[in-house]
């Protein structure tokens, strides 16, 4: 069967951070460019296949007098009920464009993208989903629109197994309580997800397919061609249609340096950006994942779906580069 991909005319996602289906948002326009085909890097231009690091455009973000504080990541989830106590505010961050600024200099050097937004995804959990995080960024502006983040309850283990998985996972960064106060089962994140990707008019579910004039981008293949097909098989769901095509960073990289970067962290020190916040945290990684993003956007690299699924056999697993990492 086939997926047919969805284009629907919608006006610019809103440029406010919301955590929740229910609060306003604030519209602008901006014309839906036409579809363009996806090609492979060895068709671009030679000056579009090779990129050198700039001077680092993403330092460690800072403001005048204020220190880095992590965010909280009950927030991050719709879920924090101490807005309005100080000493919480001045513990946690909840903002997430503070991570994420982009210098206005350095938006006018983006090469024009097939895309219209890049949706960062780094999952956590190696036997099953922990945390589902996900960041839209704008391809034109760089800027984070939105983001999505749920801790996942495994669907197969014990509790006692589920609380020395969770201790182990995440009790050295300080949130193991968190986890334990918010997780939900992955069939209700998808279920969640998918209002969300709906309310941004990036997926419809009458319609099905792909995303509309948008890509997931990861950091290797291992989270969309691996983990989330096994993810649904556990949880008994059909693996979504939107999850038949990615981005994987670091073939771009690849591509676009000529060099190979074996991760997140390799890329980061090769672009000298420090690292934010804690590594193997989900929702920290894709905020750096997205902040390497913003960097390489900002040298001039041009983004293009790097793994597609067979439609009809979706276990089969297209790579469209010939340069990959492996």
């Known amino acids: ?135 839209i960024i704008d391809a034109k502006t760089m800027n984070v629109v939105d983001f999505f983040h749920r801790f996942v309850r495994p669907t197969e283990m014990s509790e006692k197994r589920i609380n020395e998985y969770i201790e182990g996972k995440y009790g050295k960064f300080g949130v193991d309580r968190v986890w334990h106060d918010t997780a939900i089962p992955f069939k209700d994140v998808l279920q969640q997800f998918e209002e969300w990707l709906t309310l941004h008019q990036l997926w419809r579910e009458e319609v099905g397919g792909c995303l509309n004039q948008a890509a997931f981008v990861t950091c290797g293949n291992w989270d969309l061609k691996t983990k989330v097909p096994e993810q649904c098989k556990v949880a008994k769901v059909k693996l979504p249609s939107y999850f038949m095509e990615w981005i994987n960073l670091k073939d771009v990289y690849l591509n676009f340096y000529k060099r190979r970067a074996t991760g997140m962290m390799t890329m980061m020190k090769e672009l000298h950006m420090p690292l934010l916040g804690s590594h193997h945290l989900g929702f920290d990684d894709s905020k750096n994942i997205a902040r390497v993003l913003q960097h390489m956007l900002a040298d001039g690299a041009i983004l293009q779906i790097t793994a597609r699924r067979d439609h009809n056999s979706p276990e089969k697993v297209e790579f469209l580069f010939k340069n990959r990492i492996r």
Not at 85 to 92: L, Q
Request: glycine fraction near 2%.
């Open 1 to 135: 069967m086939s997926f047919p991909r969805a284009i629907v005319t919608r006006p610019l996602l809103p440029l406010l951070f919301s955590t929740t289906l229910t609060k306003p948002f604030i519209k602008t326009s901006r014309p839906l460019p036409s579809m363009r085909p996806f090609t492979a890097f060895a068709s671009l231009p030679a000056s579009q296949q090779v990129g050198e690091p700039s001077t680092p455009a993403f330092p460690a973000p800072k403001r005048s007098g204020e220190r880095w504080k992590p965010m909280c990541l009950y927030y991050t989830q719709g879920k924090c009920t101490m807005m309005e106590d100080p000493a919480h505010m001045e513990k946690f961050n909840h903002d997430c464009s503070r991570d994420l600024q982009v210098k206005n200099s350095m938006s006018n050097l983006i090469c024009s993208q097939h895309l219209d937004y890049f949706l960062v995804l780094d999952l956590e959990g190696k036997i099953e989903i922990l945390e589902f995080p996900v960041l």
